[in-house]
């Protein structure tokens, strides 16, 4: 009896049988953890190109104001800020989808590459009006900007997720804002509202919806992508 169980064995080996092994579970596994970090990375980059742009015209117009001894790079910002600014966006980018799948509400709204081109479009005009156009006073710029960035929200996102984490976010930014103007690093020219600029949450804000529908349009090309694959397998 031993010896037909050997023969059997050896003939299913003969003939290429193997036993069942969690290869696949496991590729699987890797995959994801591969895609996510190359989701991360996309991301990162994203957040830090943003920020170069971004924080030079703030700089150009004088919003803003480095010490002469942290100026350290050819677009006149401090170093630390293109990656602070990247590390955000990969975690509110890989935050988004994620919590939308804890919620069970997949975010369906305006999921194309042509809307969030459209929305960084938007977020880049907000944070140039803040710095380029010139308003009556503090008070009715931070009205007008905080209209557009609930505009923005509205018209490509719509999501309760995505209007409470934005919220919630932009006051954690503005207060880690606060701390580093009250301890030096850096200052605002014309500050109104406790070393800051009042408009300064509505610009949190709108980022951060903009890496949130970047990050959900990764997650949702990602998701197809492995579909597709499964599919074919």
């Not at 990162?44 to 010490?67: E, H, K, M, Y």
Request: aromatic share 12%; proline share 4%.
């Amino acid at each position: 009896m031993a010896d037909s169980t050997v023969v059997s064995n050896q003939q299913r080996s003969g003939s290429g049988e193997t036993a069942p092994s969690r290869g696949p579970y496991i590729a699987v596994i890797t995959n994801r953890n591969t895609n996510l970090v190359i989701r991360g990375f996309m991301l990162f980059s994203i957040g830090v190109f943003l920020a170069l742009v971004l924080n030079l015209l703030q700089v150009q117009r004088n919003v803003t104001l480095f010490p002469p001894d942290v100026i350290s790079s050819i677009f006149s910002s401090a170093w630390w800020v293109p990656p602070c600014c990247g590390t955000a966006s990969a975690m509110i980018g890989l935050l988004y989808p994620c919590i939308d799948s804890r919620l069970g509400e997949p975010h369906k709204f305006k999921r194309e590459w042509s809307s969030v081109m459209r929305c960084v479009a938007v977020f880049v005009g907000i944070n140039h009006a803040s710095a380029k156009v010139d308003f009556a006073n503090n008070v009715q710029l931070s009205l007008t900007l905080a209209a557009l960035s609930i505009g923005l929200w509205w018209t490509f996102d719509r999501s309760r997720s995505g209007f409470g984490l934005g919220v919630v976010i932009a006051l954690l930014a503005t207060l880690s804002t606060q701390l580093l103007v009250y301890n030096g690093v850096f200052q605002y020219t014309s500050p109104d509202f406790l070393y800051i600029r009042s408009w300064l949450p509505c610009i949190f804000f709108a980022g951060v919806i903009t890496m949130g529908n970047i990050g959900r349009q990764l997650a949702l090309y990602e998701c197809k992508r492995m579909s597709g694959k499964t599919h074919q397998d």
